[in-house]
């Protein structure tokens, strides 16, 4: 079993930065692949960037390659999504979501545990 729980969402502006983190419990985070979703207003919820459990691979949705990264720090059983550059289209709920099975993979159904998510409102 893995528990996330996200945070670092927040009201910015146009071109502002913000980091999500996802701190997990839970003995298998260590070897789990993570990934960030997020689901706009009226939208479905989308693949946002995935990384392998031991960060050799990473995956990324085109709409935020090269203004995102993820990351994680293991010791310290924690995903994060850094932002750049944001834009009103980034504007949505931002969920993280554990794999134990996989590497990197852009498919929601293939993450067996999810966080409640955490609100990213950019301002134009």
């Known amino acids: 079993q893995v528990q996330l729980v996200e945070s670092g969402g927040g009201l910015v502006q146009a071109g502002a930065s913000l980091r999500l983190s996802c701190a997990a419990s839970?003995?298998?985070?260590?070897?789990?692949?993570m990934g960030w979703f997020r689901q706009a207003p009226g939208k479905e919820r989308e693949f946002v960037a995935a990384i392998s459990w031991r960060s050799f691979g990473t995956r990324y949705a085109d709409s935020v390659k090269g203004r995102f990264t993820i990351s994680r720090d293991n010791a310290k059983n924690t995903a994060y999504l850094q932002m750049n550059s944001l834009n009103a289209e980034d504007t949505a709920v931002y969920y993280c979501a554990a794999d134990p099975y996989g590497t990197s993979r852009s498919d929601q159904n293939e993450y067996d545990y999810w966080g409640q998510g955490t609100q990213v409102t950019v301002s134009s």
């Open positions: 839970g003995r298998t985070f260590s070897t789990s692949a």
